[in-house]
């Protein structure tokens, strides 16, 4: 749980204006590593989350009129689907642990079930609008983005604990 709350408000801070989305972009793939090295203890099972740094850069706007939008957004058109497709090759990464941290087969499709889903619902204005934002550190944070990077905090525990997790 403890994870899920740092993965929510670097996220989150990384999208806030005027502040950096390294925070996003690295922080989360190395606090997630570090997470899953202190639980394994095998350092193997840090290495997918250095493919995380390259999604989580991905651009994923849409086309408008001032703007031709990114390759995923030109692709796939709606928010909610760009962002499943995010969470998706999140979890993808992940199922390396299925083979290096004998994470089941059945625990990783249903967490990575939750994580995309999570991502698809809230990820866009499709499913779920104007989710708000609230005060934080001194910036105005997203509530969107407080739970899909929480989702992503909660997706590694419950993986690497190998129990349910409230995300």
Not at 78 to 102: M, P, T
Request: proline share 2%.
């Amino acid at each position: 749980m403890i994870l899920a709350i740092i993965t929510a408000i670097l996220g989150a801070y990384a999208g806030a204006e005027g502040t950096s989305l390294t925070w996003r972009r690295i922080g989360i793939p190395l606090i997630c590593a570090i997470y899953t090295f202190i639980h394994t203890r095998q350092i193997w099972a840090v290495l997918p989350y250095l493919l995380w740094i390259a999604i989580f850069s991905l651009g994923y706007g849409k086309p408008d009129k001032d703007d031709k939008g990114s390759f995923l957004g030109r692709l796939l058109k709606k928010d909610s689907l760009i962002r499943g497709f995010i969470a998706l090759l999140l979890s993808l990464c992940l199922s390396a642990e299925v083979f290096l941290h004998q994470v089941t087969l059945m625990l990783w499709l249903g967490c990575s079930a939750v994580l995309v889903g999570i991502w698809a619902i809230f990820g866009g204005d499709e499913i779920v609008k104007g989710e708000g934002k609230i005060r934080l550190l001194g910036k105005d944070l997203l509530v969107e983005d407080l739970i899909l990077y929480g989702a992503v905090g909660g997706y590694i525990s419950c993986l690497i604990n190998g129990a349910p997790v409230l995300l």
